[in-house]
């Protein structure tokens, strides 16, 4: 199983970036995606999560608005597109897969993260 993460990067306050994960190992459309931010010395938080068809997602109160995950079904991808970006959405980025569909055992996996840093 492999969630590998891409699309970290230092930008400007304003700016925007796209995050994406590529997973592979298991059956994709069987697990809810999401993303997850971690900062120095913080908890690991929810930022975004999608159902298994796409259709449906809930964001964090801070992000609502500015952020946007979506997913790939035929690619087995998800993305986060991240626009007005502020100092402190910093945080290293993690993709997260829970397996939702029956049978259990009801699975959680995660990538290794990727950076973003939000600075002039």
């Known amino acids: 199983v492999r969630l590998v993460e891409s699309g970290g990067g230092l930008v400007q306050p304003g700016g925007s970036l796209r995050l994406s994960c590529a997973a592979s190992?298991?059956?994709?459309?069987?697990?809810?995606m999401s993303w997850y931010r971690q900062a120095p010395g913080k908890e690991r938080d929810l930022v975004a999560v999608v159902n298994i068809a796409g259709s449906n997602a809930d964001y964090a109160d801070s992000v609502l608005g500015r952020f946007a995950i979506s997913r790939d079904n035929a690619k087995n991808t998800v993305h986060l597109q991240m626009n007005s970006l502020k100092p402190e959405d910093t945080a290293l980025y993690y993709c997260?897969?829970?397996?939702?569909?029956?049978?259990?055992?009801?699975?959680?996996?995660w990538g290794q993260g990727t950076q973003v840093t939000v600075s002039s």
């Open positions: 997260n897969a829970r397996r939702v569909v029956p049978p259990a055992p009801y699975r959680d996996y």
């Open positions: 190992g298991f059956t994709f459309s069987y697990y809810a």
